[in-house]
């Protein structure tokens, strides 16, 4: 997914957290172009499935307008939501898309609706630009490796990084995806990251940082990270030395 040519960027919900930059809301078409503009070769976003089984761009599960899964599709376009499906349809092809399965969604079948609908979706789509899907949900990972869909292990701030590596390698995630502070604390109990990913690679698998900022971009480089997730897209492509030129 990820090239060996140097640390990649993945811009978080496109602008990032919250409204970006020129006003930019998270998780719009405007904020995943801007990012596209900026030079980002990755995008991050969050999906829920609606009640027809579209694929509905955002992040909280629950807001002033209620779940996705209680209207259509083209009732959250309405509202000024965004689909994967018009995204796909207006982002550059080479800009890879994360597409992140929401977890506790809020019915029983909810996180299974949106991983259907999102395994569908790519395999019907997997030629036409880089994918992957990721969550926080191992049968998401689970089911995507048996569908051939490129997957990610995304683990929390607390979570060992020695656990989440093995448990990536024994679900045949193609990438673990620690938050910064697992990556960068000292623990004693644990050998240094550097070695756990070089037993990651060796299972090939390929590691992608969330949380990161500017500022520990250059350690991440480092330690052999293949991409970073940030909200701070211009002042980390500033790091990486790349930029609208590239």
């Not at 909280?60 to 994967?84: K, M």
Request: hydrophobic share 45%.
């Amino acid at each position: 997914m990820f090239t060996d040519l140097g640390l990649t960027l993945v811009a978080h919900r496109g602008s990032g957290t919250g409204t970006g930059p020129a006003g930019t809301r998270e998780n719009s078409l405007a904020a995943f172009r801007w990012a596209a503009d900026q030079g980002a070769p990755w995008v991050e976003l969050d999906v829920q499935a609606s009640r027809d089984a579209g694929l509905v761009v955002r992040h909280d599960l629950r807001d002033a307008t209620g779940y996705v899964s209680a209207a259509d599709a083209v009732d959250w376009t309405a509202r000024d939501l965004l689909t994967l499906e018009r995204l796909h349809a207006e982002l550059p092809s080479h800009v890879g898309i994360d597409v992140e399965v929401k977890v506790g969604l809020p019915s029983e079948d909810g996180s299974d609706a949106t991983t259907t609908a999102a395994l569908a979706f790519l395999a019907a789509h997997a030629r036409e630009r880089p994918w992957l899907l990721t969550s926080f949900d191992p049968t998401v990972v689970v089911r995507a490796h048996e569908h051939s869909v490129p997957t990610g292990w995304l683990t929390e701030d607390e979570a060992s990084l020695h656990g989440s590596v093995a448990a990536a390698i024994r679900m045949r995630a193609h990438a673990v995806c620690p938050h910064v502070d697992a990556v960068l604390r000292n623990h004693p109990a644990e050998a240094p990251a550097e070695d756990v990913f070089e037993v990651a690679r060796r299972f090939g698998v390929q590691v992608l940082v969330w949380g990161a900022v500017p500022a520990q971009v250059p350690a991440l480089a480092d330690l052999g990270v293949d991409a970073v997730c940030v909200d701070a897209v211009q002042e980390t492509l500033h790091v990486l030395g790349e930029g609208p030129h590239r």
